[in-house]
């Protein structure tokens, strides 16, 4: 098989349970799920609560912001899945833990990469794919 | 009822391991070979014959190219034999020491009194096979970047050192005791020691994760077989008992949605093997930790209560070598050993039979009597392990 000229970057599957959340990034807005049984939140999203198996699950809104849990600065491509990412190397993954929400797994974008620390603030910006996702990913606030 | 010290380990078979297979021209071995050969082993070193299993327990752990339901089958196919009692490895690399105590499980209730326990893998060899990434990882994690496991530890390992001012020093110090008991192991793959100052030189992969912080795949297979306390006592070798178990799966200390990733589930699976063992931390000569990242053995070091949280002054006055006040990780670990897929933490159980039985050779410790193996499988979204077991081991029953 001929090696694509430019390797793509992996992108999601859109299932009719994360629907909402990718809706929702195309529309600049950061959807959540929300148990309206037992009010924890569930990221990423699922079809039950993971605390209190309750179906009933309602999606809403939050505010973006958030801070930098941890974070880690990629500088080496492995394995070839993510072959595409080589010509951002060195970039940085980061759990953020949301003001008003649960914690999501995203890029730290629109800094050096050695600007980046634990605990700083970081607000959501939406980035387009072009092949028809949104990412929400993060900037510093 | 409980199981403790109902059972021991009487066989164990460990393949050498390799990483050939995947150029052209070199040799490959399948998993099913892998499998025959650990099997050949364990069961040569029990003193028994392969007829002995008919009728016995088979444990099987589902492995990565190997997941179809009816993995356990396939197993007593590949080896011939006819199971009375069928038993799965479903936690990932903590496979090898759940089992220990559903097998002792399955030999207290008389439901069988020989177990063989049996992982092997072949991802060198058998690469053809398509293994694509599906749900979170899929979805919530390839997307932004994350590189797999490697990526997924050093979160934990950037928080870990946020909160513990844990530095290169720590790490280094931890992988060069690994090394160093690689070293004096024939069984190793990496045997040439290495300093602090070549851990710090080693190249960053997923900043803080360097190169020295990983284990490498590798092919391979292990084994190992129990009996009732009763028949093991008949039998070639010395038995090692198992005197205290615990597993917990899916722990989370905190919300679900923002999980403290510096606590596992090896906390609760460790308190309950102590509770149920009645042995003493200072009594345990020789920790034999799941050890898929440098940091991952520390934090457990902390779980299992040998020190407080974030101890670095502990870190930087304990020897940790074979000869020291705690040994660990005296094979040398997955990382020196290699990880063929969830086998690979086999090594751990082996390892502290081989110390208890007084087999260890170079890397012996003197005058152990107990020995702790633990196990750790699937790193989760925002989190870290989903599968965590621990076993104490002991000489005597
Ligand atoms: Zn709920």
């Excluded at chain 1, 694509?4 to 599957?13: C, G, I, N, T």
């Excluded at chain 2, 919530?140 to 050093?154: H, L, Q, T």
């Excluded at chain 2, 290495?194 to 080693?202: G, H, L, P, R, V």
């Amino acid at each position: 098989m001929a090696e694509e000229k430019v390797a793509k970057k992996p992108l999601p599957d859109v299932t009719p349970v994360n629907q909402p959340f990718w809706d929702g990034a195309k529309a600049s807005k950061l959807m959540m799920q929300k148990c309206t049984n037992c009010s924890t939140w569930v990221f990423p999203p699922r079809p039950v609560c993971g605390d209190c198996a309750s179906e009933k699950l309602d999606w809403v809104q939050v505010s973006g912001t958030g801070k930098v849990f941890c974070f880690t600065i990629i500088r080496e491509v492995v394995g070839t899945a993510l072959r595409g990412f080589a010509p951002d190397i060195p970039y940085v993954t980061a759990w953020v833990d949301l003001d008003d929400g649960p914690r999501l797994c995203s890029n730290v974008i629109g800094c050096p990469v050695e600007q980046v620390k634990i605990d700083m603030p970081v607000v959501t910006v939406f980035e387009d794919s072009g092949d028809g996702i949104t990412l929400p990913k993060f900037k510093p606030a | 009822m409980s199981i403790r010290g109902k059972a021991a380990i009487v066989g164990i078979g460990e393949t050498p391991t390799d990483r050939l297979g995947g150029k052209p021209g070199e040799p490959r071995k399948s998993t099913a070979e892998y499998l025959a050969w650990a099997a050949r082993l364990a069961i040569e070193d029990a003193g028994l014959t392969k007829k002995d299993f008919d009728g016995q327990g088979l444990a099987a752990i589902y492995t990565t190219n190997h997941s179809q339901p009816f993995w356990p089958e396939e197993v007593a196919a590949i080896l011939g034999i006819t199971p009375g009692v069928s038993l799965a490895g479903g936690n990932g690399g903590a496979s090898s020491v759940s089992l220990l105590g559903h097998a002792a499980a399955a030999i207290t209730a008389g439901l069988c009194d020989l177990v063989l326990v049996i992982a092997a893998a072949a991802p060198f060899s058998e690469r053809g096979g398509h293994r694509g990434a599906h749900g979170d990882t899929r979805d919530f994690e390839m997307p932004f970047g994350v590189m797999g496991p490697n990526c997924k530890i050093s979160f934990v390992m950037s928080r870990y050192m946020h909160e513990s001012g844990m530095t290169d020093e720590h790490f280094g110090k931890v992988a060069v005791t690994g090394r160093y008991h690689a070293s004096l192991n024939p069984n190793a793959y990496l045997r040439k020691p290495i300093t602090i100052d070549d851990y710090k030189k080693s190249r960053m992969i997923s900043d803080p994760i360097r190169l020295f912080d990983c284990v490498m795949p590798a092919n391979g297979g292990k084994a190992y077989i129990m009996t009732s306390a009763e028949r093991a006592k008949t039998m070639k070798k010395p038995p090692v008992y198992l005197l205290g178990w615990g597993e917990c799966n899916n722990a989370s200390y905190g919300p679900r949605y923002r999980a403290n990733p510096l606590i596992t589930g090896i906390t609760q699976s460790g308190e309950r093997a102590f509770k149920m063992s009645g042995v003493a931390h200072k009594d345990i000569r020789c920790l034999n930790l799941y050890d898929d990242y440098i940091p991952v053995v520390m934090i457990q070091i902390e779980d299992l209560g040998f020190c407080r949280r974030n101890d670095k002054a502990f870190f930087e006055k304990t020897d940790f070598t074979f000869k020291g006040d705690l040994p660990i990780q005296t094979s040398g670990g997955m990382i020196n050993c290699g990880q063929p897929s969830t086998t690979g933490g086999m090594l751990h159980v082996i390892e502290t039979v081989r110390q208890i039985r007084g087999e260890a050779g170079d890397r012996q410790v003197p005058n152990i009597k107990f020995g702790i193996s633990t196990g750790v499988g699937a790193v989760n979204y925002g989190k870290n392990f989903g599968c965590t077991a621990a076993a104490i081991l002991g000489s005597q029953s």
